[in-house]
């Protein structure tokens, strides 16, 4: 196990009253530090599974799941993870919630100001640092929940459908704000989305996921030059990739159109 983020012959069933549910199959994936991986597929494939797994909130039930070499059991403190909820604190302001994650590691929060209020600039907060979430857009609660996973300044990031609430262009905005972050931070990025574009636009690679049971069908390299503007979605090249995936989720039986 020499990657930084690596599963082996991964298996995960969970058991409740009726049939167990055999969610991930065999999973093999490596990723190396710093690269950015999105996971695309359709609902009920495990893409959450597989993250809460990565998280260590959710035990795998044979094969390995590792970083840096260390198998996952309990959540690595190198780790910052953003849910498609935002997961806000309604009686906190907009600083005290990004602040929550050095709590979280048991760390002394005042420690940590200088550095949320940091953050909060990057992602155009600065005048929001004390409101509070109801006060808030979708998006700038989705930007609050990256500077707070960002916080403790981990080096893997576990992003499940962070965007897949927002409108298109807030979430182009949000898209370009992450990569950005990204070449700045050169974090490991684990990215889950519904969107093959968006998969496109922000991944070195694309993993094709399909279900019953979830499995990882194939994986694409993205080649795009980076940084990749919005005007990379309307190239012929970028084009071809999401042909490419869709055609793969037709042969899978995923797309009937
Ligand atoms: N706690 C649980 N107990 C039992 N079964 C579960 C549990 N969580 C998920 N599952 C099942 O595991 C499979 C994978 O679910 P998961 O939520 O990981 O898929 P997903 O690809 O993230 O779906 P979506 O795109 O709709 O969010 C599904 O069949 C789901 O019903």
Known sequence: MAGFLQAKELNKVYHSERAPVHALENIDIDITEGEFICIVGPSGCGKSTLLRCMAGLEPISSGRLALQGKDIVTPPKNMGVVFQRDLLLEWRNVLDNVLVAAEFHGYDARQYKERAKELLALFRLSAFV???PRELSGGMRQRV???????????LLLMDEPFGALDPFTRDELNAELQRTWLATKKTVVFITHSITEAVY???RV???SRNPGRVEKIIPIELQRPRGAAVQDTARFAEYVVDIRE???ELGIYKG
């Open 130 to 132: 004390d409101r509070y």
């Open 145 to 155: 929940s990256i500077c707070r996973a960002l916080l403790t300044d981990p080096q």
């Open 207 to 209: 993993l094709i996921m």
């Open 248 to 250: 793969t989720f037709r």
């Open 202 to 204: 922000l991944g070195d």
